[in-house]
Each structure stands twice: as structure tokens, then as C-alpha cells.
């Protein structure tokens, strides 16, 4: 069963994003837009992991994590703060609340992504896969390696991120503005062409030896893992 997330954040553009990202990635995503529905929504099942704005209308993340922290049901959630606080003392006061982990807006997708795996799988293991299987590849998250046909393939860091990325989601077209955001970030600007020059050293590795492609190019749109190849 994946991993429910619940996101807490006013911004409406920014919780889309995070839901848009976190469900590509197979989890399960609710979200809330002030502390009092986000209660409601904890009471009635109380997620695997909380991503909560320090700043919200009316009671603050910051009080909804302490109240959370104090409630026996809801002690153990994992919180990731969410905050356009950057201080130093700031960064303690969430983190002495009771959040496990703490990003300061703007920040990059990626790492953020990286941040909740990381914390998912020191609560629970399992509920994160660390390998991601689709047709003849296998690709290994923590040590980076990657296997075809049980073959070792070397990527760099910048292909191996948008493997990953297609892997998540196989047969879903990507385009180049997701795969931008979701591999280089949105706080580095990037030519959508850069997207091209990369895939094109990913199949080159991919596709050394073998026949068939699991590149699928959209014209005019982006590209795609195709697992049955």
C-alpha cells in the first residue's frame, strides 16, 4: 500500500505542485489549506507523513505541530515544515516544535521529494521502494546502479534522475516543462532543448547493445518509459 501524505499549505499553486510531484512518485496525497481542516482530516485518518506550512490562516503550522506532537494518536507523524522563514533561529524554533525536517521557500522539488523519501524510510522501510522495476531495467535509488537485462549500465547523476523521474510513472508522457522542474528544479533556469541533450545520452547507454527503445518521443510534447518493450 503507498504511503498517504497529507499536505497543509495555503499557497494553492505550491500544494498543487507538491500533490502533482508526490502522487507521480506513487504516493497516496491529500491536502488542506489551513490547520482546522487538516484536524479534521488527521482525526479521521492520520497520514504517513505530514508536509506543513509554517505560516497558514488562522492556527499556525507551528501550533498544529506542537498540538500534534502533544496528542499520543498523532506524536510519531513525520513533519516536514514547509516555511519562507530561513533564520537560523527560526530553523530551531520549528525544528524544537517537533518537525523531523525543515525547507525554507523557495526550494527545489527534487530535494524536496528526496527529503520525504528519506524521512519515509526511517519510519518504515517498505513503504518506500529503494528499486524501481519496469521491463528488462532495474534501477537502484541508494546506490545509483542501473541493470538491463540484468547488465550494468553507468549513468551520469543528470540521466539517472530523469530515469528515474520517467520510471515512476511508466507510459505517462512527460513534458518538457515537468521534466525541467522535476529534475533540474525550479529555481535554475534551463533551455527546454537542455531536456533533448539529456535523453539523448540516456538512450545512448540504454540502448547500447539492445534493440528496443523504452524512450517513447511525443512529438511536440515530451517523452515516456514504455516498461513493455
Not at 87 to 115: C, H, N, Q
Not at 210 to 217: M, N, S, V
Request: aromatic content about 6%; hydrophobic content about 40%.
Amino acid at each position: 500500500m503507498p504511503a498517504r501524505i497529507l499536505i497543509v499549505e495555503d499557497e494553492e499553486a505550491l500544494s498543487v505542485l507538491l500533490k502533482y510531484n508526490l502522487e507521480a512518485e506513487g504516493f497516496d496525497v491529500d491536502t488542506a489549506y489551513n490547520a482546522e481542516d487538516a484536524k479534521v482530516q488527521i482525526d479521521e485518518q492520520v497520514p504517513d507523513l505530514l508536509v506543513l506550512d509554517w505560516m497558514l490562516p488562522g492556527l499556525s503550522g507551528i501550533e498544529l505541530c506542537r498540538r500534534l506532537r502533544a496528542n499520543k494518536k498523532t506524536s510519531d507523524i513525520p513533519i516536514l515544515m514547509l516555511t519562507a522563514r530561513g533564520e537560523e533561529d527560526e530553523r530551531i524554533r520549528g525544528l524544537d516544535t517537533g518537525a523531523d525536517d525543515y525547507m525554507v521557500k523557495p526550494f527545489s522539488v527534487p530535494e524536496l521529494m528526496a527529503r520525504i523519501r528519506a524521512m519515509l524510510r526511517r519510519v518504515n522501510p517498505e513503504i518506500v521502494s529503494n528499486v524501481l522495476v519496469a521491463g528488462e531495467i532495474e534501477l537502484h535509488r541508494l546506490t545509483h546502479r542501473l541493470y538491463r537485462a540484468g547488465e550494468p549500465l553507468e549513468l551520469g547523476p543528470t540521466e539517472f534522475r530523469l530515469l528515474e523521474y520517467l520510471m515512476q510513472s511508466p507510459g505517462r508522457v512527460r513534458n518538457r516543462v515537468q521534466l525541467l522542474d522535476a529534475v533540474w528544479g525550479r529555481d535554475i533556469y534551463v533551455e527546454e532543448r537542455t531536456v533533448d541533450v539529456h535523453v539523448g545520452r540516456l538512450r545512448k547507454v540504454l540502448n547500447r547493445n539492445f534493440e528496443q527503445d523504452p524512450i517513447r518521443t511525443v512529438r511536440g510534447t515530451g517523452y515516456a518509459f514504455d516498461e513493455k518493450f
